[in-house]
């Protein structure tokens, strides 16, 4: 798990986060939770590997407006 604050988003902005987990590998699977997020309909949240043991985890505002997340703890789990 990473405690993770996006922070400020404008419309269609996408916030990254790249996280340390031993053992992944490109090509595995992530499962990644969200903390409780209001509005979380207007969210893309997505984790991938994006080398070895590195997932990185994104955040895209899908909104018209701009939207402030708060501070959370993001769960992942990788599937080899």
Known sequence: SVVWDPGLMGSLITATNNVTVAGAAVGDNVIMTPPQIANIDVFIIRGRVAQAGIVTLTI?????????????????LVIH
């Open 60 to 76: 895209t505002n899908i909104s018209a407006g701009a939207l402030d997340l708060a501070s959370g703890t993001y769960q992942i």
